[in-house]
């Protein structure tokens, strides 16, 4: 496809990511394709549920960064991809996969997005959503025991364990390499202005 427009949309834990990219979705309707980076956690069937709950998931070599970087060429080529389906009350990646359709605009949203070379090559936009980390990991603590089964315990754990250290080496390092950076999160609603219109002046 020509003029394709490669977007992407990280921030630490809570940062309110999804938030800001399903309201530029909301805004575009079906000019915009929505990938997530956490749906490429790597599989570990191998392992036990046990051993899986005490595995590093916040560090880059978590992800099967490497597919989503094919991913994004083929969609750029105008070719419809298979997306690996992540179950997080697991800790696993499922058998099942989800068809995603190519279109002129596409965001990749997640965490480390920005910690690979290869995947940030792919961006033509790189936005940062900067928000507080006490403010984050309160919003985490509720997503993840609301929506994942987990336990405020485990959730507390793993934010002391590997959230708060990688989000230290991985994610706030790369934020200068941002082209835009939202203060706030979404409660900035003139930066969801600013992104829709350079996207709308791109698609003409």
Request: glycine letters at 6%; hydrophobic letters at 35%.
């Amino acid at each position: 496809m020509d003029d394709v427009l490669v977007i992407g949309i990280a921030g630490g834990t809570g940062s309110g990511k999804t938030t800001l990219t399903n309201q530029i979705a909301e805004r575009l309707g079906d000019d915009v394709t929505i990938i997530t980076h956490d749906c490429y956690y790597r599989e570990h069937h191998e392992l036990t549920y046990e051993e899986r709950t005490q595995l590093n998931y916040d560090h880059p070599d978590s992800y099967e960064t490497e597919l989503l970087v094919e991913h994004l060429a083929a969609l750029r080529a105008g070719e419809s991809v298979e997306i690996p389906v992540y179950d997080f009350s697991i800790y696993d990646r499922t058998d099942a996969t989800t068809t995603v359709r190519p279109s002129r605009v596409i965001i990749v949203e997640g965490i480390l997005i920005f910690a690979s070379p290869e995947l940030r090559d792919q961006m033509d936009l790189k936005v940062f959503v900067d928000v507080d980390a006490d403010v984050r990991i309160l919003r985490r603590l509720v997503r993840d025991v609301r929506d994942r089964g987990r336990s405020v315990e485990s959730v507390v754990n793993q934010y002391l364990n590997t959230v708060k250290p990688m989000h230290e080496q991985f994610v706030e390092p790369y934020k200068g390499l941002a082209d835009i950076i939202v203060p706030g999160g979404t409660r900035n609603p003139a930066v969801v202005d600013l992104l829709v219109s350079r996207i709308q002046a791109h698609l003409g």
